[in-house]
């Protein structure tokens, strides 16, 4: 029987939550099942307690982009790779395309960026 879900208030409890978040990956369950809700639940979790403690730094998502290609030492050949077109690599890293949901969902897991990197509000 799974432990029961609780508010994250400390690193322990946020490192357990994230380690049965990530077991999940390999096989997603299915939306509105025990498990789906479950992995959801833990999804939100994660994410109030990221936002408390780990606030991002209001940045572009092209610099998001650059900061993880710089950690993972990639280059615009390697998000021309992944997004399937050299052409629309390139407008994305000059800001001159914006990135679609689909593009967003590829790059946080690929890549490891949070989704609220990548997504730009309107101002």
Do not use: C, N
């Amino acid at each position: 029987m799974a432990r029961q879900i609780s508010i994250i208030r400390d690193e322990a409890g946020y490192a357990s939550a994230m380690a049965e978040y990530e077991a999940f990956f390999d096989k997603e369950p299915v939306l509105g099942s025990e498990s789906g809700d479950r992995f959801e639940l833990l999804g939100l979790l994660l994410a109030k307690y990221e936002e408390e403690h780990f606030p991002m730094p209001k940045t572009s998502s092209v610099e998001a982009i650059r900061f993880a290609m710089d950690r993972r030492g990639l280059g615009q050949s390697d998000l021309a790779e992944l997004l399937g077109s050299r052409s629309r690599a390139s407008e994305i890293l000059s800001g001159r395309r914006e990135l679609t949901l689909p593009q967003i969902r590829l790059l946080s897991k690929a890549w490891g960026i949070p989704v609220q990197a990548l997504i730009v509000e309107a101002a």
